[in-house]
């Protein structure tokens, strides 16, 4: 069974630092473009970064400079580090593959920045 498991959430202060983990399951997502998403309240979830197979990245002009996606396919996961965390970075954050497979999505892990 494909699973995509988000953890490293929490609540930092403004300016802190997170580590976000994507743990998946089978091979075939070690040659996918995968992406890091995000869900605010009362908004729609948007892709905040992607990582291709090879490990180019790309991502959304608001998080620029401040997040870094990669992957480590020999352990299966995809990580966010996320620095200088603002207030507007607060929202639940899943992963999926590039475009998003509606049955992967997890329970996604909350990011809380507040002081």
């Known amino acids: 069974q494909v699973q995509l498991v988000e953890s490293g959430g929490g609540l930092v202060q403004p300016g802190g630092s997170l580590r976000l983990s994507c743990a998946h399951s089978g091979s075939i997502f070690n040659i996918l473009t995968m992406g890091w998403y995000r869900q605010a309240p009362g908004k729609q979830r948007e892709l905040v970064a992607t990582v291709t197979g090879g490990g180019s990245t790309h991502y959304v002009d608001s998080v620029k400079g401040r997040f870094t996606i990669s992957r480590d396919n020999a352990k299966n996961t995809v990580f966010l580090q996320m620095n200088n965390l603002k207030a507007e970075d607060t929202a639940v954050y899943y992963c999926?593959?590039?475009?998003?497979?509606?049955?992967?999505w997890g329970q996604g892990t909350q990011v809380t920045v507040s002081s």
């Open positions: 999926n593959t590039e475009v998003p497979i509606a049955a992967y």
